[in-house]
């Protein structure tokens, strides 16, 4: 009976996160006056927009370094390939193909460049990817603000900002908006599927699935485990960890330009910066932590995380009479999730350093 | 040229190239028909403004706990003595020591409390005070809607509750505390006297402090543990108080802050405001274990000078205004510089 | 080993490459305008038609053209099919044509359907000065 309870109760502490998603929205949907169908539609859209930019940060978390904030230069270099495709105006899921194979190298030689500059900063990745990003924002801004339409030619004047040079703050990406989503038209009792995005991301796990069995994969988790003993084990440690974040820039990429097909409209300046902080939150919410994420994870956060998303501020209209409450409501969630989830991890990777060290001292651990 | 080696040496690459850059910005100025004077009058505002916050990173440096990103909670507690003290109405210096009388005790309680939660994270406290920082500005947003605040200065017109974004303190203690002593020469040369003479006053509180029983305890358990936990140095709570003392200095640092700038600012004001502070003292030349008052004096200079000069002298150079891309990259680039260059942390 | 490792990589870059270009060939996509004005033959003048809707490569919505009427679509791809409904007075279908182009038979930016309806003569297409 006792022991019944203890597993009770460790499941309720692994996965108090989402447990705790879960009360507070089954108060909320109530409030918001939502339909179930609209929700429905709802989550299956933002399912299929957010699971790609989630799923790219799986395997930097098997490698042992954290949550990759440095997903949003991917998100950066697919955005590059749709500012082109739109100036260009190829349409369609030519288009799409077409902006991902533009922002690939872009992507692999930013990840090469993120990995590189993690090496240099072990112990301490999570930070340093986290500032690499906003580093990397100006760098983007650059380019795209001041090099886009004087360096870079850019043929399309509508895009151009009226002094001449630099791409405007929004760019419309009509051209290729739902082209993924709509390719196999799907319909089941009035709630659109978007299929043929599914099955991309369904092909995806399957990759990571896989990717977990190869050499490199193992590698991978090896290093994630103990980089000494890996090294010693003959591992070349800081090639994975290099490869695993190229591969998660690249995916990142992927992600952001299947994000913004479904949105059809392309915040030049910000897209991006969002772009990573609502993953890692999804990533956190469906009960993943720094050290372990797994593609439920995935799934479960992306539906919890924009469930409160979409009610939240309707609740708060209804239960306070102010819209602008549940909106800063759900930011606050956002930043508090993850900072719950970051204190959570850390607190327990300390105390299991201080078990070990008294277990060295020769004294009784408890 | 051995001397020269060495000073490169000392002062380090980056923080060679920016004061070159700077100074370059002041040599151009004359000629794109910049006004040096009322440019450095800026810089010298501008610093008197920041330094504060920026010496508000010193103590947890010193004590091993890394980057202050989490100053937006002491700027937090600035900002309720601020709007308290406007509440209450009191124009004037004493307007502004009520501010600060109110901030104090409540950033001693947030950061005591911030400080015990960084104690259980050691190691990474600097992700984490990231987010503490993010997530406490984004409670306050919240706050600031909900809380009882009614004077008509501050609260939005048509709903008669909720404080505004921006609260002018015009009328209130507008350079209350720079306007003590302060003078102009010509039309554009300003020295805020007092706010010089305040930095000055905390920076000195500091070095003493540093020199004191606790602050040399602190300094020994930032540069090597091991022996502070063998000379019996309670490492928690010697880190605990350098959490409190960054925490007090963040919020009396937004109050000398507003009261030159004239404004407060609310919701989502103080959200990015730890990262040019971060910056400031790594481009004085400050690493993520070591850091002086001289880091301080000498970053906060040359870091609100680039904020300043870049808009005028490019903006005049090419017509365009590149700063706000320029300050992203210097101060992230240097923050980045900073991690990647440290010594692995000793734990 | 090492060879073959280049030699994939190669590949996979020229086939990357190659996927670009066609991507680019088959989804830029090209402003053309689709007219409906009176036409003229070898001496034989092909009136307009009264009213038209015009339907491109099945994209929605389509254009409707009144005679001497000119209309603008977004055509992508290197083969088109132009769907032609003729209309009467009430709007009603009168007769349909299906007629399919390659992007290499245009001679400019404008379409016009009379001389395409009645079997491209040549003009049916021409650059259109700015």
Known sequence: MNRKFDSFKHFLVQNAVPILFLVVSAFAIPISQFSGTYLIQEMLVRLSRNSFLVLSLLIPIMAGMGLNFGMVLGAMAGQIGLIFISDWNVVGVSGILLAAIISTPLAILLGWLCGAILNMAKGREMVTSFILGFFMNGVYQLIVLYGFGSVVPITNPAMVLSRGFGIRNVTNLEGVRKCLD?????????????????????????????????????????????????????????HTRLISIIISTVLACYGQIIFLQNIGTLNTYNSHEQAG???????????????????????????????????????????????????????????GIISLALVLHAWRRQKNKDRARRSLRGIEAE | MNRIKNFIEY????????????????????????????????????????????????????SGCGLNFGLPLGIIAGLLGAVTSIEIGIPGIPGVLIAMAIAIPIA?????????????????????????????????????LVLPYRSSNMVWGYAGKGLRTT??????????????????????????????LFLALLCAAMWVFMRTRTGTAMTTVGSNPEYARA??????????????????????????????????????????????????????????????ILNVVVGTILFQGILTMTPSVINSMIQTDMSEVIRIIVSNGMILYALTRAVKVKL | MKQRQILVNLLIFVAMVALAIFCYTNGKANIVFVENIPFNHEGVTYEAFEAIQVSVDDTAPPLFLLAGDRGTVAMAGRNHVLVIEELDENDNITGTHSISFKNREMKGNVVNVVPLIHGKFPGWSYQLDR
Request: aromatic letters at 14%; a positive charge.
């Open chain 2, 231 to 292: 000379s019996g140095v309670n490492i928690d709570r010697m880190r605990i108080i350098s959490v409190i003392l960054s925490t007090v200095l963040g919020a009396i640092g937004i109050i000398v802050y507003q009261q030159s700038f004239g404004f407060v600012q609310l919701y989502m004001g103080p959200f990015y405001m730890a990262f040019p502070a971060v910056s400031a003292i790594l481009i004085g030349g400050a690493s993520v274990h070591k850091a002086t």
């Open chain 2, 167 to 196: 609260i002018a303190v015009e009328g209130f203690w507008h350079q209350a505390i720079s306007d003590i002593g302060s003078f102009r020469i010509g039309q554009f040369f300003y020295i805020p006297t007092g706010m010089f």
């Open chain 2, 108 to 144: 001693t309680i947030l950061g005591w409390a911030y400080g015990l939660l960084l104690n259980k994270v050691k190691g990474s406290e600097m992700m984490i005070a990231t987010y503490v920082g993010f997530s406490s500005v984004a409670f306050m947003c919240i706050m600031w």
């Open chain 2, 11 to 62: 002062a380090g690459w980056p923080r060679i190239i920016i004061g070159i850059f700077l100074l370059t910005l002041f040599v151009m100025a004359p000629f794109v028909r910049v006004r040096l004077d009322a440019s450095i009058s800026d810089t010298l505002v501008r610093f008197g403004m920041n330094g504060v916050m920026v010496l508000a990173m010193v103590p947890m440096i010193v």
């Open chain 1, 277 to 335: 902080m609502f993953a890692i939150a999804s990533l956190l919410v469906g009960g993943a932590s720094v050290s372990r994420a797994s593609i439920f994870n995935v799934f479960l956060g992306v539906v919890l995380f924009h469930l409160m998303f979409v009610v939240s501020p309707m609740a708060g209209k209804y239960l306070i009479g102010e819209a602008q409450l549940g909106e800063y409501f759900r930011v606050f969630v956002s930043y």
């Open chain 1, 182 to 238: 709509n390719l196999i038209p799907v319909s089941i009792q009035g709630i659109d599927i978007p299929l043929a995005t599914f099955l991309i991301i369904a092909l995806f796990c399957l990759f990571v699935v896989w990717f977990r069995r190869t050499k490199l994969g193992q590698d991978m988790r090896a290093v994630g485990q103990d980089m000494k003993v890996a090294g010693a084990a003959g591992i070349p440690v800081e």
